[in-house]
């Protein structure tokens, strides 16, 4: 009996013992990693608006306080960024938007023009698609073929001239392509009622 | 490494007195003869999920390099407090302490990797190369040999694995760590870019190194 009761207590303190220097590093890393996550969202809404985003973190967020205003949309929409130009007059918007993908949810920012009609880009906050596939738009020529897009889309082929409202799919990956078509249709057809 | 060289305390009297030989042991088996990929089958999970871009195996080795040899020595050293029927909690438990510290500190200052790998991090606690090297290895030997047979394991795993990924992402995405190695005129084999296509290559791997280069040494 008293052989059952020492198992329990080792395993009481190996588990005090192990897990609490775990938490210490989780709570000393704590403030870099919502820093991190912080940085990721300014990073892609400042890439969406069109503008060049900077390398370094102090930077993103200081480009990101001059020029980028965080709105709360109208009661029951989801809040939205609106962008200032060099003057602080309204350059454009970005929404971020959610949508099914192939493995995961895909969560994007989609920047417009101040006239809501063309894209100023695209880019992935989130996504868990095949990686060496679906997780290629990812890459920059992928993201960047949306500047100056206009929407619905429809798709081709990867490498093939594309209109003004079509984009390159991803050759091997045509379920999470049609993911993001609908996801950005979507964004597209609701732009109009989410901003204002 | 002085304490390998060091007359082990707690070790057995039948063993020979060379424990440079044994330390010599147990990192070759771990590479080579008694290799946790190829001759145990241990960690195919892994094999075929990170090997399609070089960079996610990379992280992931390093990791289960670290996570073995860590666990294998705590285990090691308290190997003769654990009760025989808790050793596969508190294992677990040790394992999992050393995975997620490898975890946070990729969040906190490789936030762009950690992106990517998502959570294949953590799912290095289930790899069976680690819990297998804790209770096969770790349990019955000093901390010094434990590491040495950790740091074995780890590189036996990584080596195959890096071999995997580097013909995986150059026939499938014609690229390596993602710069285009091949030019245009590459069509890429999309098939070995998703896990069948690991399978097929493993597959072959464990035939050419099973079927030719053990069955030579053994002769």
Do not use: H
């Amino acid at each position: 009996m008293s052989k059952r009761i020492m198992i329990i207590v080792f395993t009481v303190l190996v588990t005090v013992v192990f897990v609490s220097p775990i938490s210490l590093v989780y709570l000393i890393t704590k403030p870099t990693v919502e820093l991190n996550e912080q940085v990721f969202l300014k990073r892609s809404v400042l890439y969406a608006a069109g503008l060049s985003v900077p390398r370094v973190p102090a930077q993103i967020a200081e480009l990101f306080d001059t020029r980028v205003e965080e709105k709360s949309g109208r009661p029951g929409t989801p809040p939205y960024y609106l962008v200032k130009g060099q003057d602080g007059q309204p350059a454009g918007y970005v929404l971020l938007r959610s949508g099914p993908g192939l493995w995961g949810e895909i969560t994007a920012a989609v920047g417009f023009d101040a006239g809501l009609e063309k894209l100023t880009g695209v880019d992935f906050l989130k996504q868990n698609e095949t990686p060496g596939l679906g997780a290629r738009i990812g890459e920059s020529w992928f993201r960047e073929q949306f500047r100056g897009k206009r929407g619905p889309f429809t798709t081709v082929g990867e490498g093939e001239p594309a209109a003004e409202n079509q984009f390159d799919a991803i050759t091997g990956a045509t379920l999470t392509s049609n993911f993001v078509k609908d996801l950005l249709n979507a964004a597209v057809g609701q732009v109009g009622d989410l901003v204002n | 490494m002085a304490d390998i060289s060091a007359p082990v305390a707690g070790a057995p009297a039948v063993r020979p007195a060379r424990p440079r030989g044994k330390a010599y042991k147990a990192f070759m088996d771990g590479v080579g003869a008694n290799n946790p990929v190829f001759v145990q089958v241990l960690g195919i999970c892994s094999t075929l999920a990170v090997t399609n871009v070089l960079t996610n195996t990379v992280v992931m080795c390093l990791g289960l390099v670290w996570a073995t040899a860590m666990s294998n020595v705590s285990v090691s050293i308290l190997r003769k407090w654990i009760p025989p029927r808790a050793r596969m909690i508190v294992e677990t438990l040790i394992i999992a302490v050393w995975v997620i510290i490898v975890d946070i500190v990729l969040r906190a200052y490789l936030p762009d990797i950690s992106r990517t790998l998502g959570p294949y991090v953590g799912l290095i606690i289930t790899n069976c190369i680690v819990m297998g090297r804790t209770e096969a290895f770790g349990l019955s030997n000093p901390p010094g040999l434990a590491f040495i047979d950790g740091v074995s394991a780890g590189l036996g795993y990584s080596y195959v694995l890096l071999i995997i990924a580097v013909i995986r992402e150059l026939l499938g995405s014609g690229s390596l760590a993602g710069v285009k190695i091949l030019g245009g005129w590459w069509t890429n084999w999309s098939i070995f870019v998703m896990p069948s296509g690991a399978f097929f290559l493993l597959a072959s791997f464990i035939w050419v190194v099973k079927g030719v280069i053990l069955k030579e040494q053994k002769k």
